[in-house]
């Protein structure tokens, strides 16, 4: 029986009995005790982390939401003095292509690097943070000297360009990054704060538009073109209807020998312009406009139907967004996918995260339940349910009791924090031996080298995902190289 907080170490219980179901009520109790004790310890972790909630851990700036929070105190400070502020957001191009090609940990040290140069180019009075995975953004009063102090928005913009453009050496070679700029005015381009950075970001995209390394102002002809998200929802229409979504496969393998035990469907768009985009690109525009489920509802009978060319025993993963898992034909989308490529429910998993969960959209219900509903509906048709991204937000120990999912995907940056950080492997252990308990799999995901899958391993995940373990490939190339290596899959 482990001891509280002292997960794999074994104690001695002394049990007074006098027969044996005194004894066996005894060592009951025992148990429950210590389960009770190792759930108090990761929710005492995970308030710790709740308390760092409020900062990007990878650059220790604000994030977007006490960005935000900043935003709204500076906009009431100069309502009260009769003032005005201006709000930038940064956007930094090239960050994707790095992470992809380089790897998580090269992007995170490039993005640190970032930070730290925004960080000393900003004015002493600047509020700045990172807002997303490629973009920062600063808030600053006007001030009556902004010219001769430098703090004058033009400027600054353009001072902040320069300092992003610089290169930055990783390895042998220098890096370039470059950076546009929307810029957004209080109180003349907004009010509330969301306004405020929609403004911004709006800007932002029509700097873009019109070139890379500059910076424009928010304009009513920029909200009225409205721009970008119109054309791209456009395209999203036109891309469904030409057939132009395409799906690739990602390997999921055991850690133990290495072997393929599962493939995730990752979402792919082949446009005729701008080439193969990733999901990223383009998905917060297919779930705003409601596109995402029958782009889905494509993807998801493509890839059933190439799942029927691997070996009988490797698993289907898709994952599905919070819209996609409230519509209300969830169940007969999966079930004419599985009747019509002739796939077995059980090799059908279907990946979820927290926020799903969560998003069932009934006011005044309790979303886990309602979401639980229609789990408990899947389940009994043999569906196998994945926790996704688990240890992104602040899940509690609750929720993989009352999900009860079949497996358990330990988030990216808890994975690659592992062989530095002392507290991610305590929090790992200790959701894998909760999961465990109540009947999942663990996997590690955004493995990207030797030492990740082997710190991964001794954290307790027996499966991983992740460029280290294979890169996604087209179901063509999929085909191709288990026939030359049926090994991976024996």
């Known amino acids: 029986m482990d001891a509280p907080g002292e997960i794999g170490h074994e104690v001695p219980v002394t049990v007074a009995a006098t027969g044996p179901d005194d004894v066996r009520s005894s060592m009951e109790s025992a148990s429950v005790a210590a389960l009770q004790a190792e759930i108090r310890e990761l929710r005492a972790q995970l ?27 500076l906009s009431a ?28 940990e090269v992007a995170d040290a490039v993005t640190r690097r970032i930070g730290d140069r925004l960080r000393d180019a900003a004015p002493a009075d600047a509020r700045l943070a990172r807002i997303g995975d490629n973009a920062f953004a600063l808030a600053l009063p006007m001030q009556a000297d902004a010219v001769s102090t430098g703090t004058d928005p033009d400027q600054l913009a353009d001072r902040l360009i320069a300092v992003i453009d610089s290169p930055i050496r990783v390895g042998e070679d220098d890096l370039r990054l470059l950076a546009s700029i929307g810029i957004a005015r209080f109180p003349a381009d907004g009010m509330q704060t969301d306004l405020l950075l929609a403004h911004a970001h709006g800007a932002l995209h029509f700097a873009r538009d019109h070139g890379t390394r500059t910076h424009e102002f928010f304009t009513p002809t920029i909200a009225a073109q409205g721009g970008r998200l119109l054309r791209l929802e456009a395209e999203l229409h036109r891309g469904l209807d030409r057939g132009e979504f395409r799906v690739h496969y990602q390997p999921r393998r055991s850690l133990e020998d290495r072997r393929i035990v599962g493939l995730e469907a990752l979402l792919r768009w082949d446009h005729p312009e701008r080439g193969l985009l ?34 009988s025993h490797i698993a289907l993963s898709v994952n599905l967004s919070a819209r996609e898992f ?3 034909r969830l169940e007969t989308i999966i079930d004419d996918a599985l009747c019509q490529s002739g796939l077995q429910a059980q090799r059908f998993h279907l990946e979820l995260t927290e926020a799903s969960l969560r998003g069932s959209g009934i006011p005044g219900s309790d979303e886990i339940d309602v979401s639980l509903i229609r789990l408990t509906a899947l389940r009994e048709r043999g569906i196998r349910i994945v926790l996704d991204n688990f240890g992104r937000a602040v899940s509690g120990p609750d929720l993989l009791r009352r999900c009860r999912a079949d497996y358990v995907k330990i988030d990216a940056r808890l994975i690659r924090a592992l062989d530095h950080d002392p507290d991610a492997r305590v929090v790992v252990r200790s959701v894998a031996n909760l999961a465990r308990h109540f009947g999942a799999t663990i996997i590690g995901e955004g493995i990207e080298d030797a030492a990740q899958a082997a710190a991964a391993a001794d954290a307790g995940c027996t499966q991983g995902q992740g460029y280290f373990l294979g890169r996604p490939l087209t179901q063509a190339r999929l085909l191709g190289i288990l026939r030359v290596m049926p090994e991976l899959v024996a």
């Open 326 to 328: 409230r519509g209300t």
């Open 278 to 311: 990733a999901a990223a690109d383009f998905v917060d525009v297919a779930v705003q406009s409601g596109l995402i489920t029958p782009i889905g509802e494509s993807v998801l009978h493509q890839a059933c139907h190439d799942a029927m060319q691997w070996p």
């Open 77 to 104: 400070a100069c309502l009260a003095a009769g003032t005005s502020a201006f709000v930038m957001v940064i956007g930094v191009d090239r960050l994707t292509m790095i992470r992809e090609s380089l790897g998580f």
């Open 47 to 73: 308030a710790s982390a709740a308390a760092h909630a409020a900062f990007d851990p990878v650059t220790c700036l604000p994030n977007r939401a006490q960005f935000s929070a900043q935003l709204t105190q």
